[in-house]
């Protein structure tokens, strides 16, 4: 990531300790983010900076920190590299215009297009009707609204897919499938759904990670990014769930005939490569020893870890401190028992001719058990290829965890959170051109007081809405410009009256050029299999 380049604001440097503040993710509310670190430590999201340099050409929104975190990008990335298959869907609720925020979620689909990927978009009027009480007819107008600024933007539909979920049989029986390993003490917990939420509200839900696994139906399973804003990582985190539970077998790395968690594997491992003698990654491949004349007991290793004392660096250490003692029971439990690394291969779901195939197909030493095949010839990426290869060739799914990249929310042009409800704190991508103008002429500021002050102290862009319109959309992939604005901002050199007369004229040319491109994407539109006069019956309103 360039040093140089002016990254948005939102207190991702901090990705350690307590979260400053209790974190919720409602993806139905009005969601703002105080502290983007506190999604690290609350909810397991990553930071983007962290893969960022294993994309050969990021996207603008990805160089100036507006998308800050991930759950396994870094799939996407090695196949987008190595010219490999993989796909992008993410879904908008047709509940109003659609505007500046939602364009984000456009643009990262659109450049995942042209880096090669399967790329889907959808429109989720299942959701609008469940849990917004949308009527059809509203849900039609709006659909139609979203797709033409998602075709006037640049998406190719004949080189991706785009539909409504709910004329998507295919979406629509997966759903089914996964809901059978979904139960409402889970909704509870994740959603905070109780005996008032209406039960179309919850299936609506279930389709939803049908959408977001429904890209590795299409073909074949693949690395699947989901671009959204965080209020969305609760769909998210369920579908990587359910997609691990509808598999046939899960595949694990063991030592002995007891299992482990990932934190005892850590320290178990670690005794066994220093018993071992060399200290390497014995038993996964990436060694020539031959793990089979090794002589390490489990006692041994449990007198080793024993006065092994654990470095507690960081936060991720202290599962290691906790872990010690049950390793060490588990260890002890084992006595003389060899301790030699091994993948292996559960049976979660798999039928019994699915199994069978399994332990054909396993080549090398190999040794079978009643609910479980333990292989010591094997890779843990050999054994994972291997096991989806013979789940698929068995009528199973094969589902890979979807991956998925966050971006900031955009801040209300009135301050605070942007939303659709107050007209004045965003900008529709259908509103007249000279209304943009006026809008961003009439946006809040990080300016100071006085333009004496702000020469003196310069203006504080990492909190100006308008700078915001800049690094988010106005600059486009210009990184001069973005930068040029922030450093004379934040300089003293740039007064807020040019900056806003700036980006006005901006927004206006935006919102002509793009309202344009929506009349010409019209006729496209029409010759798109997606029907956007529905005669579903139903009710509007609160349901």
């Known amino acids: 990531m360039d040093e140089d380049t002016p990254r948005t604001d939102g207190g991702t440097e901090r990705v350690d300790g307590e979260p400053s503040e209790d974190v919720a993710l409602d993806p139905w509310g009005s969601a703002s983010v105080g502290d983007y670190a506190d999604l690290f430590v609350e909810f397991g999201i990553e930071a983007f900076d962290d893969v960022a340099d294993d994309v050969a050409d990021p996207h603008y929104l990805m160089r100036r920190g507006v998308i800050f975190g991930h759950r396994e990008y870094d799939a996407v990335a090695e196949a987008m590299a190595n010219d490999e298959p993989f796909a992008a869907l993410s879904g908008f609720m047709p509940t109003g215009d659609p505007h500046i925020g939602h364009k984000l979620v456009f643009d990262e689909l659109i450049w995942h297009q042209e880096q090669g990927g399967d790329v889907f978009g959808l429109i989720a009027d299942l959701e609008a009707h469940s849990a917004r009480g949308m009527s059809w007819d509203e849900i039609d107008e709006h659909a139609r609204s979203y797709l033409l600024s998602l075709l006037a933007l640049g998406f190719d ?27 409402f003490s889970e909704f509870e917990a994740i959603y905070g759904f109780d005996g008032e939420t209406n039960v179309s509200h919850m299936q609506s839900v279930v389709t939803q990670t049908a959408d977001i696994l429904y890209p590795q139906l299409v073909d074949e399973p693949k690395p699947t990014v989901i671009p959204v804003g965080p209020d969305q990582d609760p769909h998210v985190r369920l579908t990587r769930d359910l997609a691990t539970r509808v598999r046939y077998f899960k595949v694990t790395e063991a030592f002995a005939s007891f299992e482990l968690d990932d934190a005892e594997r850590t320290l178990v491992r670690a005794a066994y490569d220093a018993l071992a003698g060399d200290g390497g990654d014995a038993g996964d491949g990436s060694d020539d020893r031959d793990d089979a004349e090794t002589d390490v007991r489990c006692i041994d290793a449990a007198e080793w870890l024993e006065d092994y004392e654990v470095p507690a660096v960081d936060a991720e250490e202290v599962d290691l401190v906790d872990a010690k003692a049950t390793a060490l029971e588990k260890l002890r439990a084992g006595g003389k028992e060899p301790l030699r690394p091994r993948v292996r291969f559960f049976d979660r779901n798999a039928t019994d001719e699915a199994f069978e195939a399994l332990i054909e197909a396993v080549d090398g030493e190999k040794r079978v058990f009643e609910g479980h095949v333990d292989a010591f010839e094997l890779t843990r990426e050999a054994a994972e290829s291997l096991a989806r290869e013979v789940e698929i060739a068995h009528d199973g799914f094969g589902f890979r965890q979807p991956s998925s990249i966050y971006h900031r929310f955009m801040t209300g042009l009135t301050g605070g959170k942007m939303s659709s409800s107050i007209p004045a704190s965003h900008i529709s991508l259908l509103d007249d051109p000279e209304d943009g103008y006026d809008k961003v002429r009439s946006a809040t500021t990080g300016g100071r007081d006085t333009a004496e002050e702000q020469r003196e102290l310069g203006g504080e862009a990492d909190e100006c809405p308008v700078y915001e319109l800049y690094a988010y959309l106005l600059a486009g992939d210009d990184d001069g410009l973005a930068a040029e604005v922030y450093s004379e901002c934040v300089n003293g050199d740039r007064l807020c009256g040019g900056c806003k007369e700036q980006a006005a004229e901006l927004m206006r040319e935006f919102l002509e050029e793009h309202q344009e491109k929506r009349a010409e994407a019209e006729e496209l539109l029409e010759d798109l299999d997606i029907d956007l006069d529905s005669d579903r019956r139903g009710t509007g309103g609160e349901h």
Request: aromatic fraction near 8%; proline fraction near 4%; charged fraction near 35%.
């Open 157 to 183: 539909p004949e080189e991706g897919e785009l539909y409504r979920q709910s004329d998507n049989r295919a979406v629509q029986d997966l759903g089914f499938e996964l809901g059978s390993k979904a139960n």
